[in-house]
């Protein structure tokens, strides 16, 4: 029972208690606050309040409105300068307001009970809500082509309560417009000006435009404008019109069309018109004379390496690195053996026939492994260092008839005039000499490191053979074939079992008449190997070989290659041509100094020359 | 060769644009100044420089602004941003027109002289305030950017004021008794220690309030003096 009797009063309590609550919350009565306090010019502002549900209020007039302005430390509550008690509605003028500084409001009651919210403070420059803008009118701008769309100006005056021409606001619009049964508005970005262009409205529908303002750096917008009503009708184009553009804009776009296609068509045409070429540099060593004679196969040789501006440096410089890369050199004798033949005059041959030549046509390399053909005669101390030279080595892919190359003094001239080069059989495993021009394309590099040749300009030898056997014994006495560069095949076996042998450069003695100082290239003339002893003297012309060809010929069996001679005093590579000199039999060699590479000279071999 | 040539081509247009640039540029610069109105072609410049300064003082209060909203959301958001009634700024101490009134009536000297002075107070108050935000972690890379470029607004604005008036005294519109008040040892000695007390939140809400209050300075300055040049 006594329990029974609690719990019923405790949970009387909890209900009471809850209930209580639920009043105190739900339906406490709201006391009288302000609602809303706002400034439109920064000069005044004014401030609405509400009662409240209190209902001891009898009449309005008992809430009375009192500020406070936080300038100083000493002040003090104060009451409100202007009623409005219609719209409960306090209102302070210019006077009575001071920017940038906090105001408090309160409300009081009778019986002095306040009603003060810490909220209710601001500054006066944070409640500004400018009005709207006025005389608002729009003008068409442009209407597009189709008539379908339209830009529209909208312009209007600031609001004449915001003291702008002061300065003393700075105001920002921002318009919105919406179609006339539309709901949601579209609103375009802020901006201060008084105009505003909006873009893209469709003819014939009925637009409203209304403008809002706010004070710049403050978030609070004034209230909206009137609106007012934007309409363009539709303006039917002629359809003539239309199509006379259309018809305009395709035949300009198609002969645009056109005119590019011819531009690209005849780009090579135009560009020359326009940019004519510019002529090409003269190639150093290379005489203008020369050209207008036709001697293009001294140009050849010129090109492929006869005087400095040629191609070797670079070839040297690539083949640097490759020891397999060996210059073929081809020995005097080679082209003395040559001069009597067809073949041997030519390079190639020489360069094939290095190897297997036979004592007075080539000089042995130092490979020992060549010693096939080798005459006793031949020294063999050359040091292998000095004859391996690094360049592409021009190496003949068809083997030579031995037996020519090895018995060059037994045949005669005469039959050595193949026509067609001889190919040895590689049974020795050695690369044999064809009966090729001195010089021939390298029609395939093999890994080993050897070149394949293919068979040159045989039919210029061929022509020359006969002169050359001719003039053969005149090449000292006449002086005015030195302007013809003279050269000698250098073929350089890679690695000894490739496919040319190394021919050592001889040593020719030039004749101080075959050098001329005054071309780019000189020539050297070929002689008999009993000067030879002479010719180490000349420090520029020891390791060479001289062809004694005459001047006349000494292109004719030159091809596509030339052969670095010698480098003569001026630093021009001299360039011999095969000679069609007997091969002097068992003539001392010279110790070969740096024998020089087809038309490249190394660096190292530059400085072994020039030494 | 056809790519030197094409190359040489280019090089001759680039050349031609540049010069037609300049030119349109050079001309440009001699239509500008100083059109057919020739007595008040002095105050031209003048007017162009203030335009310049309170666009600058437009921008340095847009950026209080928004740094004092992003403070806002780690307090109670106040209903009419004002949060507390205790706040007293530092600065409370420079007397300032209240209204447009007396902004209108005080000398144009003084005016000036209190925009400077403004500035000059909130040198110190706002490096040591981008200091301090650089330190917390909270705030993001961009509240503290914008506190430096707050701090250096202040500095390069008062430069700016100060080229106004003495462009102003220059021409004889002011008095030259606006010095360069801004030793901030004076203004210093007195409140040297007030706005260290005072928190960043409150320190923003001044600085917005002082922001504000120089803007508005400024644009009326501008329109007592030069009214013509778009008032």
Redesign the interface.
């Known amino acids: 029972m006594i329990g029974l009797l609690c719990c019923a009063s405790l949970l009387f309590l909890l209900t009471s208690l809850f209930i209580g609550c639920f009043k105190l919350l739900i339906l406490a009565p709201v006391e009288p606050h302000f609602t809303e306090?706002m400034s439109r010019d920064?000069?005044t502002f004014r401030c609405w309040w509400s009662p409240g549900t209190f209902h001891n209020l009898s009449s309005p007039e008992e809430l009375r409105v009192f500020y406070l302005k936080?300038?100083s430390p000493s002040s003090e509550w104060k009451e409100c300068p202007e009623y409005s008690h219609l719209n409960r509605e306090c209102f302070f003028d210019?006077n009575h307001?001071?920017?940038?500084?906090?105001y408090?409001l309160q409300l009081r009651g009778q019986n002095n009970i306040t009603y003060f919210n810490?909220?209710?403070?601001?500054?006066v420059?944070?409640?500004v809500r400018p009005d709207p803008p006025v005389s608002l009118n729009w003008t068409l701008l442009i209407v597009s082509p189709s008539g379908l769309s339209y830009d529209v100006m909208v312009s209007w005056e600031p609001p004449p309560s915001a003291?702008v021409?002061?300065?003393?606001m700075?105001i920002e619009y921002e318009i919105q417009y919406r179609e006339r049964n539309a709901t949601t508005w579209e609103a375009l970005e802020t901006q201060p000006h008084t105009q505003q262009t909006i873009y893209g409205l469709q003819a014939g529908t009925e637009y409203e435009v209304h403008i809002r303002t706010k004070m710049?750096?403050?978030p609070k917008f004034g209230d909206f404008s009137d609106s007012i009503f934007v309409k363009v009708t539709e303006i039917p184009l002629r359809e003539s019109a239309v199509l006379l553009t259309l018809v305009l804009t395709f035949g300009v776009a198609g002969i645009l069309i056109l005119i590019m296609l011819i531009v690209v068509s005849h780009q090579q045409r135009l560009?020359m018109i326009l940019?004519p070429?510019?002529p090409a540099p003269k190639i150093k060593g290379i005489d203008s004379e020369l050209l207008k004679k036709g001697k293009l196969e001294e140009l050849d040789f010129i090109l492929n390496g006869g005087g400095l501006g040629g191609l070797p440096t670079y070839i040297s410089d690539y083949y640097q690195d490759e020891p397999w890369v060996e210059f073929i050199e081809v020995d005097e004798e080679d082209a003395d053996c040559g001069e009597k033949e067809d073949q041997k005059s030519s390079d190639t041959q020489r360069l094939l026939g290095l190897p297997q030549r036979s004592v007075g046509c080539f000089s042995a390399d130092s490979h020992p492994d060549d010693d096939s053909g080798r005459a006793s005669c031949y020294d063999t101390d050359l040091s292998e260092q000095d004859t391996h030279l690094l360049a592409a080595s021009l190496l003949p892919g068809q083997p030579e008839d031995e037996e020519a190359f090895l018995h060059p003094d037994e045949k005669a001239p005469a039959s050595e005039t193949n026509k067609s080069p001889l190919i040895q059989t590689e049974s020795e495993g050695k690369p044999t000499w064809i009966n090729t021009d001195l010089y021939a394309q390298v029609s395939n590099v093999m890994p080993s490191g050897g070149v394949v040749l293919s068979p040159g300009q045989q039919l210029r030898i061929q022509e020359n053979t006969e002169k050359e056997s001719q003039k053969k014994g005149t090449l000292g006495e006449d002086t005015s074939k030195l302007n013809k560069p003279q050269f000698q095949l250098l073929v350089v076996d890679p690695d000894g079992s490739g496919y040319t042998s190394e021919i050592t450069a001889r040593q020719i003695s030039t004749p101080p008449s075959s050098l001329v100082p005054g071309e780019g290239y000189q020539t050297i003339y070929p002689q008999p190997m009993e000067t030879k002893p002479a010719a180490p003297s000349e420090p520029n012309q020891s390791p060479y070989i001289l062809p004694d060809s005459p001047q006349t010929r000494l292109f004719a069996p030159v091809a596509d290659y030339t052969v670095v001679q010698e480098l003569d005093t001026h630093q021009s590579l001299l360039l011999n041509l095969p000679t069609q000199q007997p091969p002097p039999p068992c003539l001392p060699q010279h110790p070969l100094k740096a024998p020089v590479a087809i038309g490249y000279v190394t660096p190292d071999l530059l400085g072994n020359l020039s030494s | 060769l056809k790519r030197e040539i094409k190359k040489i081509i280019s090089a001759v247009w680039v050349g031609i644009i540049c010069l037609v640039f300049s030119s349109r540029l050079s001309t440009m610069k001699a239509a500008s100044i100083c059109p057919n109105d020739q007595t008040g072609c002095h105050l031209l410049p003048l007017a162009n420089l203030f335009d310049r300064v309170i666009q600058h003082s437009a921008r340095m209060h847009g950026i209080s602004d928004d740094l004092h909203s992003e403070f806002e959301l780690y307090f109670l958001p106040s209903k009419n941003q004002i949060g507390r009634v205790s706040r007293n700024c530092h600065t409370s101490t420079i007397l300032t027109p209240n209204g447009k009134e007396n902004a209108q009536r005080i000398a144009r000297e003084e005016l000036a002289e209190i925009i400077l002075k403004l500035l000059v107070a909130w040198r110190d108050p706002l490096w040591h305030f981008h200091q301090s935000m650089s330190q917390h972690d909270e705030f993001t890379n961009f509240s503290s950017n914008k506190s430096l470029e707050m701090s250096d607004m202040v500095h390069e604005l008062r430069k700016g004021v100060l080229k106004v008036v003495e462009k102003m005294q220059m021409l004889g519109i002011i008095s030259n008794s606006v010095g360069d008040t801004g030793s901030p040892e004076a203004l210093l000695t007195s409140d040297s220690a007030e706005w260290r007390f005072m928190k960043d939140y409150d320190l923003l809400y001044c600085f917005r309030r002082d922001s504000n209050k120089i803007q508005n300075y400024l644009k009326i300055l501008k329109c007592r003096i030069v009214p013509k040049h778009g008032c």
């Open positions: 306090c920064l000069e936080r300038n210019a307001t001071s920017i940038w500084i906090p408090c810490e909220d209710d403070c601001f500054s420059e944070n409640i003291d021409s002061t300065g003393w700075r710049k750096g403050f560009m940019l070429p510019v």
